[in-house]
């Protein structure tokens, strides 16, 4: 008799779950937020974000196959910060280059870096200009041109060559490399003073993404052993009247 009502419950029990499953009743949240809100929320997209570059080894997808494969910024931002990767103030930096004792490397393009550059650094741009006329090239410089006001770049593919051409030859030389903002690996906001406190910063759940932060994990991807990153990069160098080198200078 007991096996009996306990059976009875079970069947009561998976008809209200059922019920509950129902398209008339779908979820707590109601049918609105299953239809039009579920997927779209910022731990959804993130989620099937995650799950696409886990399905790609890290890799971002691309209509463009190897002409434009590069590592998902995730998957390079928890790398980084496994290593620990350090990023080094500007004037800090200023004193080992004057010491002689680091290679400072200029990731941005070749452009920027004639105009303005830290002194006696030396340029390996990660991006270049979109080169060649064929269908793809063209289709991405017709993607940036409807999307952003500036020309289209992809990944240098000398990169790397270059970068051990600034070193000559020696990857475990100590290397700090530099953009424009520098970005940052920090998932928080931090307070300092006397009531020091930390936050988490929803807006930087991965940090901020840049060119030297991207350049710093090719270049330890490639064997460099002793890769740094200038803290706020070329801009805060500039702001701090460190000096410079350049046509606009």
Known sequence: MVVLQELQQQDEQ????ERFRSSRNP???????DNFVKDHTMEAKLSKFKSDVAARNGFVGSLFNDAFKYTAWIE???KLTERNLESIPCKEAF????????VLLDVREPDEYE??????SKSAPLFRQIQGNDLKANMRRLGYAMMTDFAGTERNPLFIEQAV?????DKTKKVVVMCSIGGTLQT???R???KAKRFADPERMFGRQSRSLKAAYELQEAGFTNVYHLKNGVNEWIHLDLPIAGTST
């Open 95 to 102: 004193e080992l280059g004057q010491s002689n004792q680091v």
């Open 27 to 33: 979820t707590t949240r109601g049918w609105f937020y």
């Open 115 to 120: 105009k303005v550059h830290v002194e006696n």
């Open 188 to 190: 928080y906001v931090e």
């Open 192 to 194: 300092k003073g006397p």
């Open 76 to 78: 390079i931002h928890r």
């Open 165 to 169: 051409e600034a070193v000559g030859g």
């Open 14 to 17: 998976t008809v209200d779950e």
